[in-house]
Each structure stands twice: as C-alpha cells, then as structure tokens.
C-alpha cells in the first residue's frame, strides 16, 4: 500500500487479517524514483495506489510499474471525483478504482476482490 492516508492505512492493517497477507505501507517519500524502487525491490503481487498522496505522478508511476509489473492487481483509491483522472489512469490498466471516503467494509469487499483477482491471474 502506497499512502499516507492515517484511514486508508487503519482500514489496510484491520484488514491484514481478512486477507491473510503481509501488509507493506510506503509513506516515506512521494518521489517517483522512490516509489517505483520500492515496489520493483518488494514485488508485491497486489498494490494500493493512493493518489492524494502521489499526485501529480500517480499515472505515471503505474505506467512505469506496469512496464515490470504486467500482471500485478492495482487498486488506485482517490478523493478527486474528475472524469479526466478516471479516463487517465484506467487505460493504465488498473483492476479497480475507489474514490474515497470509503467505509471499512467496502475495503474489506476490496481486499477480498483482490484474493480472488490474483487467484484468477495465476491460471
């Protein structure tokens, strides 16, 4: 999870359970180079992408993990509501898209469309 949210990452460590995965949050530094090096050195197989805490360079960094990363489940949560940013960063090939404020139990049905994504993804 990429964020720096204080809910967003309550909601992710609550969570960390349903899913039965290992929870990794960056919040050190919004810098593109730095977000990529810790996605490529972690590998993860799902991504949360926060872009109130990336913008301006949130497509362009799911660009460039997409060019390593074809395969990787990408959530990208946001609170702009603009048609532009949606058209933006769908075509990027993102698996879902959630405009924030959210409830913990629609991020819990989020972590779970995740499970099932990846598990779809293997075959």
């Given at each position: 999870m990429i964020t720096n949210d204080p809910v967003l990452t309550k909601m992710g460590t609550s969570s960390q359970n349903i899913s039965g995965e290992q929870l990794i949050i960056y919040n050190s530094d919004p810098n593109p180079l730095n977000v990529v090096s810790f996605v490529y050195e972690n590998n993860p197989s799902s991504l949360i992408i926060d872009d109130d805490y990336l913008k301006p360079n949130?497509?362009?960094?799911?660009?460039?993990i997409r060019k390593v990363h074809?395969?990787?489940v990408?959530?990208?949560?946001?609170?702009?509501?603009?048609?532009?940013l949606g058209k933006e960063v769908s075509q990027l090939g993102i698996h879902y898209y959630a405009i924030k404020p959210f409830d913990t139990k629609e991020f819990d049905d989020l972590i779970n469309s995740i499970s099932k994504a990846k598990t779809k993804l293997t075959y």
């Open positions: 949130s497509a362009q960094i799911i660009e460039t074809k395969n990787l990408i959530v990208f949560t946001t609170s702009d509501h603009s048609l532009k």
